[in-house]
């Protein structure tokens, strides 16, 4: 029987109540790259949850399509955007079973979607990448394996978590701007708190 991410996830969001569960602020990688976001650019934030990255990313005046399984999250991301009042295109679609547009967006932008199993990963990997357009970037915040010894955050199973060297290989045919693997304390409402060990990848498409 496959794992129901909908239920699992919808369940996490509701339990949460009011509050959001990952902070209403963007995540701190995807705002150390607001250079290369601007006006007009079209975008796609990936299993965005409960809308903290769409919306900042709206802020930045872009066109932003999210994607979420969750219909609880969708609703609180919803929410969030009309109190800041920006305008995202919500979706609910399960990403490990979604027809991915073809060279749609300027960027996409996947933080923290480590749900996928190592069977499922290129799948998602594939879509994201076909999704974006010739000359655009594809953005990435992750954990490595390093995280099981912080348990601040992410999956508990090593095998779903990224490091250099597979990233390395699954984007060998774009040219990678940038691709580090750090340590941080992060603060990410309460799910996301304390040392993390991180991976970030800016990647731009040929």
Known sequence: MSFDHEAFWSARYRDAGDDYLFGTAPN????????????????????????????????????VTATEISPVALEKAA???????VDVDFVQADILNWDWPQAAYDAVVGIFIQFATPAERPRQLAGMKQAVKSGGLLFLQGYTPKQLEYRTGGPSAVENLYTA???????????IVLLREHEDVIEEGSAHIGRSALIDLVARKP
Not at 34 to 39: K, L, M, N, S
Not at 46 to 58: I, P, Q
């Open 28 to 63: 701190s990688f995807l705002a150390s790259q607001a250079a290369y976001f601007g006006a007009g650019m079209s975008v796609l934030s990936v299993a965005d949850g409960e809308g903290r990255n769409a919306v900042w990313l709206a802020e930045q005046g872009c066109q």
């Open 165 to 175: 060297d597979l990233l390395r290989e699954i984007f060998a045919d774009w040219e």
């Open 79 to 85: 929410k969030l955007a009309r109190g800041r009042k």
